[in-house]
């Protein structure tokens, strides 16, 4: 076990290696360490956020102006820098997120993914022309810059949903104002030392994206100021259902990314093998803090006592302990308050009839008994209760049986949240129906594989509380852009639409 002195060490060494300020601070925000508890070092508030908007709003003047292939050679140089320190960053994202080694890495690696879409997305932001009904006209749509886009992010993916957004924003031509956890500001102050470092070797002002260091009244200052455009949060739907109206209030956008309450449908011609590996994955991987993590399994009742046993086999053998260790596969719960909510649900669960079948338990790790480390728990439910329908973000697994297709694909919907999905079954028809606007309401439905790890290919994001919008891949990045319809008049005549006539 690495010691709490060693871990505030090594982040300084991890800051001086990607060229960001020491934390010799003595006052600003304390980050701590979820493996050990420990502090790692202040990081300075930012005092004037409005100062900081106001650069922001400056920057967007003529960073829209620049042509959108020059934009993406500023993307291009970040990748180029993620690459380089993909070892420092992914190893600070373990310290301060509790992260496992490889999704550390991981967490890097989607940012590095990003940038190169990003790099390919600067010649590619296409509009469409459309025929027209008038001779002589021509009609097309542009899409050009929206503003300053500001990024509010989560604890769990302290750097790579920043990249997501920042990345789409500025090849957009916006700019952006980032407002990180509080649990996770040192990977942010990692991450910004690394874009400065790009916006300098792009020749491009590093006041194209800023980051702000604060607390709640920081988030709403962005939330509630008119020279936003747009503001993209990833965090709980309590804090979406007060951003989406205050943002909406002021007629801004809102790119909300929530709560899920992920469920897999294991049908009985499941491969268990493949079914056992990718439920445990998704379920006890980044213990459980992924806002896809698998939270429900709607098992076939023929299958169901296999299942079971199988997952607790194999939850028992899940090794639990400091993230840095090479042989661990379950780190620590970010602080006592996701404790707290563990075994809140655990009891609501056996107060309505659940069975706690593996896991439940705290785990003393030596040498860092101010961490939280709990063993996954597996949960036989009776029924979808209420406790199961709300998303507690700790590695519990509920489980329910099913003995139909349309009464599981019910269950599987019957919850407010609709961000991912998946179905494990070799059977043609219930995969496609389970795919089809029959079947998972989410914005994520897999087959064979579970709810967690999408890469950055596709657009991410889901419906109902879990806010509606869309990162990442596919043509998200349409909404850090505005959408203007043209329509042009070539002839010397002036034919009216709709065949009125005036004149
Ligand atoms: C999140 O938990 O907020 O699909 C994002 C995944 C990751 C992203 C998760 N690529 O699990």
């Not at 957009?172 to 509080?182: C, H």
């Not at 029924?383 to 998303?391: F, N």
């Not at 099913?402 to 694909?409: K, R, W």
């Amino acid at each position: 076990m690495t010691s709490t002195v060693d871990l505030s060490a090594r982040t300084s060494e991890l800051l001086a290696a990607v060229g960001a300020a020491p934390l010799d601070h003595d006052s600003g925000l304390a980050a701590t360490s979820p493996i050990t508890g420990a502090v790692l070092g202040h990081v300075p508030l930012t005092s004037d956020v409005d100062s900081v908007i106001a650069a922001a709003a400056d920057a967007y003047r003529s960073w829209s102006l620049v042509p959108a292939p020059v934009r993406g050679g500023l993307v291009r140089e970040l990748g180029e820098l993620l690459r380089e320190h993909k070892d420092a960053l992914g190893e600070l994202v373990s310290i301060e997120a509790g992260k496992i080694v490889s999704e550390g890495l991981g967490e890097v690696q989607e940012m590095i993914d990003i940038c190169d879409f990003g790099v390919g997305l600067s010649r590619q932001l296409y509009g469409n022309t459309i025929a027209t009904e008038r001779p002589g006209h021509r009609m097309m749509e542009q899409w050009h810059p929206l503003g300053v886009v500001a990024v509010i992010t989560a604890f769990n993916f302290p750097v790579a949903v920043w990249s997501w957004n920042t990345v789409l924003a500025l090849v957009a031509g916006d700019t952006v104002v980032w407002k990180p956890s509080e649990k996770t500001p040192v990977t942010a102050v990692a991450v910004q030392a690394l874009f400065e470092e790009a916006a300098r070797r792009a020749g491009v002002s590093p006041a194209v994206a800023q980051l702000v260091v604060g607390d709640r009244a920081v988030g709403e200052t962005l939330v509630d100021d008119s020279r936003i455009a747009l503001v993209s949060a990833t965090g709980s739907t309590r804090m979406g259902r007060e951003v989406g109206p205050r943002v909406a209030a002021r007629f801004g956008r809102a790119l909300l990314e929530l709560g899920g309450n992920n469920a897999a449908i294991v049908c009985p011609s499941a491969d268990l093998d493949l079914t056992v590996r990718g439920l445990v994955f998704s379920a006890a991987g980044t213990a459980g803090q992924r806002c896809t993590s698998l939270r429900r399994v709607i098992v076939h009742e023929s299958v169901a006592d296999t299942l079971v046993d199988r997952l607790g086999t194999a939850y028992s053998s899940l090794p639990v302990g400091s993230p840095l260790d090479s042989s661990t596969l379950v780190g620590p719960l970010i602080d006592e308050a996701a404790h707290d909510g563990y075994v809140d649900a655990l009891e609501r669960a056996r107060k309505d009839g659940g069975t706690v079948v593996a896991g439940g338990e705290r785990v003393r790790v030596p040498g860092a008994e101010d961490g939280v480390y709990v063993q996954p728990a597996i949960v036989r439910m009776p029924a979808q209760t209420d406790v199961v329908r709300r998303e507690t973000f700790a590695p519990i697994l509920y489980v329910m049986t099913y003995s139909d297709l349309d009464e599981a694909i019910a269950l599987h919907n019957d919850v407010p949240q609709g961000l991912s999905s998946s179905i494990f079954t070799t059977d043609l028809r219930e995969a496609e129906r389970f795919l089809s606007a029959a079947g998972s309401d989410c914005g994520i439905a897999n087959v064979n594989i579970g709810p967690s790890g999408a890469e950055i290919g596709g657009a991410f994001g889901g419906e109902k509380e879990t806010g509606g919008g869309r990162e990442s891949g596919s043509d998200a990045w349409k909404s850090y852009m505005r959408r203007t319809t043209n329509t042009v008049n070539y002839s010397s005549e002036l034919p009216l639409a709709q065949g009125v006539t005036f004149l």
